[in-house]
């Protein structure tokens, strides 16, 4: 009889690879070996520098599969003095697993990935358990969730639904689950207008109150109430700068940036409208020249309560004693790719420390995780 796969130890292998994205560091290649002792059909799909991993158990292409999605990838450590534990130590203190990564998301791809290999040995279902794992999510993310998806579009390969294992509990473990997300957006404007004497400013045209008066008008507009999913949208000036450090000079241009976090009341190219719209009035107004450029880094997405939601739901409470709350709050995430899949929810660990020096994750949080993950493909596949 085959042991089963205990999640700590192998978020121990995967933290000791340092994996800073697009580093690979090894991460990649122990969940093939493990993936593939068990039966998977693993690929690695490589693309722009960047390493990712499809994984799958069972026939492709009939009967239902439910897949994983999550990243081996890990943000740098910053301040390397200030961490009290080696980063890539995997060092185990008092209940706490500590290193960069453990708690985003090493943990919850060794949760996932210790959960279907040990599922498919026990019950062999009659589906599919996929595993799409990148390598790159904490990066610019082109060349990573999406280079999986476009791969599995041209080899046929599909998901009925997805489960990503990003951290969505705040501070209690099974607290919060993710049904989607808000969109995000920036956009960076540029006022133009004549450098001159501040003793003389008739003959110059100063940027800088024009700007002032443009990002007022964005920031104090209301964008929304809020929808029945979604929190209110919102939009945070970023910056104003102009580089001038001379106090009798008016400089010729100004700079600012926003960014704006919206909910399904919103389109980005909306946004953009309204953005341009506001420019083009300040420039009327002023006679200077407003220059706007915009990055759009995913529209928001619901996947609305229903079944997938209720599974998960269950299996959480069935775990911790605790109901999750169906949310959509915080940053983007690669279920924003997934969501053009197929139906995609998120669930993972209390993500408190993340990105942060001595990141860390409580050891028998993630054996739950694991029973919750197990928990849902039992009853997906019942
Ligand atoms: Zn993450």
Redesign the pocket.
Known sequence: MTQPIDPVELTVKLVRCASVTPVEGGALVELMGLLESAGFDCNRVDRGGVSNLYARWGDKGHGRSFGFN??TDVVPLGDEAAWTMDPFGAEIKDGYLYGRGST??KS?VAAFAAAAVDFVRETPPDGAVILAITGD??GDAVDGTVALLDWMKAQGEAMTVCLVG??TCPDTMGEMMKIGRRGSMTAYFTVKGVQGHSAYPRRALNPVPVMARLMDRLASHVLDEGTDHFDASTLAVTTIDTGNTANNVIPAECRATVNIRFNDDHTSEGLIAWLRAEADKIAAESGAVVEMRTQVSGESFLTPPGELSAMVAKSVEAETGVVPEMSTSGGT??ARFVKDHCPVVEFGLVGKT?HQVDERVRVEQVHQLKGIYTRILQDYFA
């Open positions: 999550g990243h985003d998301m919850g999510e904490e990003e951290p995430s690669d993340m």
